[in-house]
T-cell receptor, first 114, second 109 residues
Framework: DGGITQSPKYLFRKEGQNVTLSCEQN?????MYWYRQDPGQGLRLIYY???????QKGDIAEGYSVSREKKESFPLTVTSAQKNPTAFYLC?????????????FGEGSWLTVV | DAKTTQPPSMDCAEGRAANLPCNHS???????VYWYRQIHSQGPQYIIH???NNETNEMASLIITEDRKSSTLILPHATLRDTAVYYC??????????FGQGTELSVKP
């Protein structure tokens, strides 16, 4: 079955450490996205990528980095520069055309700084 | 970028229709409107999407105004399991997905 997979589901990070969240899709989608969600809040766009080897900053990119070396993979690194990284992180993918195609979401990853 | 605006919360009686509005007054002519819902910080669930015409599926109906500046998601017979946060999303021409803040729908017995 086609879908989008995030891992790990839960992750704990010590202050000063970088951590990487995985997002993999087997839907042959060109476009992939990372969102952050704080408790009781909406989704805020961190980074998105429309094509391999290219990505754009979203609204809250500071303290985060991404890569898009393969079409099916879009990992997010939360760096030590992100001062308040504890949040729920969601990955999404869809076709890169104008629209009309379903957007798929992963089940999310919880990151906690300890 | 297109911006979406939704009321923060709404109540609905079980069995009645829930009508959730979304304002997207800056939407461009070929940008689609999507509706998703999220329960307990799980991955959002697809409901419906549309461009110009009204759409209906087994979950809901989507009414888009003629000028496309707003839309309404209709859950025809809300149940307690429809309690969730509902997001209106616009996919702009650059591929960016623009989320509203979401409407927290509470369906009450």
């Amino acid at each position: 079955d086609g879908g989008i997979t995030q891992s790990p589901k839960y992750l704990f990070r010590k202050e000063g450490q970088n951590v990487t969240l995985s997002c993999e899709q087997n839907l042959n989608h060109d476009a992939m996205y990372w969102y952050r969600q704080d408790p009781g809040q909406g989704l805020r766009l961190i980074y998105y990528s429309q094509i391999v080897n290219d990505f754009q900053k979203g609204d809250i990119a500071e303290g985060y980095s991404v890569s898009r070396e393969k079409k099916e993979s879009f990992p997010l690194t939360v760096t030590s520069a992100q001062k308040n990284p504890t949040a729920f992180y969601l990955c999404a993918s869809t076709s890169a055309d104008r629209g009309g195609n379903t957007i798929y979401f992963g089940e999310g990853s919880w990151l906690t700084v300890v | 970028d297109a911006k979406t605006t939704q009321p923060p919360s709404m109540d609905c009686a079980e069995g009645r229709a829930a009508n959730l509005p979304c304002n997207h007054s800056t939407i461009s002519g070929n940008e689609y409107v999507y509706w998703y819902r999220q329960i307990h910080s799980q991955g959002p669930q697809y409901i419906i999407h549309g461009l110009k015409n009204n759409e209906t599926n087994e979950m809901a109906s989507l009414i888009i105004t003629e000028d496309r500046k707003s839309s309404t998601l209709i859950l025809p017979h809300a149940t307690l399991r429809d309690t969730a946060v509902y997001y209106c999303i616009v996919k702009n021409q650059g591929g960016k997905l623009i989320f509203g803040q979401g409407t927290e729908l509470s369906v009450k017995p």
